[in-house]
């Protein structure tokens, strides 16, 4: 193979679906669109459409009458991370209603030491789950990961999610959107489908 072909993903390899959802079909789950990622040492770019895309998201999920469960990482008092003060509460525009469990974690797999799974089953989900918030390349993939290893179908929602560029550890830096494409790049070679915006997976 030479240096410039592109390889077949694993998921063609061992002939996984790769066809989008409906999401008349599958349950959401909302990452960490906490205000932690909207400002300060934690913001990351692209926020606000991101946010702005989960919020129609939930309000198509919602329309639909479709199951939604909201994650939040609690990094404890004092850090951005901390769900008892402003900066780690859920933004406004996509916050929990009523009714909508709310699920805290600790790591970035939603599913490690949480109810997350028993919390899906108790909402009667299926194997089809829509994932979006922040951050692409952390929260969201290895939720994604842990969703598949469990034996769900998940499906990323690109343009509701975003990252940071970061310190690249061989020298520079790595740009938030080609850190971005890689993460969703990961996903889609294993663990889940990449839908590109919210549209694609409505009716």
Known sequence: MSMNA????????????????????????MIDFQNTYLRGVMAVDGAA??????????????????????IVNDGGPDTPYDIRAEIGAISDPVAPQAGEPVV???FPNAFHGTD?????????????????????HMCVSYTAQGAFDLGYRPTVVAEATATRSLPNPLG??????????????TIADLFGVVAPTVDDILP
């Open 6 to 29: 592109v390889s077949s993903t694993l998921r063609e390899v061992i002939g996984l679906d790769d066809r989008l959802p409906r999401l008349a079909d599958a349950t959401v789950i």
């Open 49 to 70: 459409k991101a946010l702005a895309a989960g919020a129609r998201l939930l309000t198509a999920a919602r329309e639909s009458g479709r199951p939604v469960v909201h």
């Open 104 to 106: 805290v974690k600790q």
């Open 116 to 136: 997350l799974e028993q919390t899906l089953k108790e909402l009667g989900a299926g194997q089809e789950l829509v994932l979006a918030g922040f951050m692409t």
């Open 172 to 185: 520079g830096a790595l740009a938030s959107a080609a850190l971005q494409n890689a993460a969703l790049t």
